[in-house]
Nanobody
Framework: VQLQACGGGLVQAGGSLRLSCVAS????????MGWFRQAPGKEREFVAA??????TTSYADFAKERSAITRAKNTVYLQMNSLTLEDTAVYYC???????????????WGQGTQVTVSS
C-alpha cells in the first residue's frame, strides 16, 4: 500500500489546514487511515483516524474540538481549525489493516507534508 499525502504549507495563526491522503496499491483500502504529526524536537504523535467500515473516528485531545477527519473509500481528509504556532509540524498519513492507529499500530506510512503556522 502506498500513501500519497498533499496539502499543508504556510498558514496564519487562527487559520485552517486541510490535508488529504490517497491509498493505492491494492484493490481494497486499509481498515483504518489517519494522521500523525511530528514537531521539531518532539516525538511523532497521533492526531486522528477513521475506519473504513462504520466511519468510526478517533482524535487526540488537542485535536478533538477543532478537527474533522473524513474518509471516502481510499482517501482520507483532515480539516483542522484555529491553528496555533504549536501546530507547526510535519504531518504524516498513516494506515493499518487492524488498528487502532492511536496505539501506534501502523502498517503503512506516507511521506510527510510540512505545515507551518505563522503569527
Amino acid at each position: 500500500v502506498q500513501l500519497q499525502a498533499c496539502g499543508g504549507g504556510l498558514v496564519q495563526a487562527g487559520g485552517s489546514l486541510r490535508l488529504s491522503c490517497v491509498a493505492s496499491g491494492r484493490t481494497f483500502s486499509p481498515y483504518v487511515m489517519g494522521w500523525f504529526r511530528q514537531a521539531p524536537g518532539k516525538e511523532r504523535e497521533f492526531v486522528a483516524a477513521v475506519t473504513r467500515i462504520g466511519g468510526t473516528t478517533s482524535y487526540a485531545d488537542f485535536a478533538k474540538e477543532r478537527s474533522a477527519i473524513t474518509r471516502a473509500k481510499n482517501t482520507v481528509y483532515l480539516q483542522m481549525n484555529s491553528l496555533t504556532l504549536e501546530d507547526t509540524a510535519v504531518y504524516y498519513c498513516a494506515a493499518d489493516d487492524r488498528g487502532p492507529l492511536a496505539a501506534g499500530q501502523v502498517d503503512y506510512w506516507g511521506q510527510g507534508t510540512q505545515v507551518t503556522v505563522s503569527s
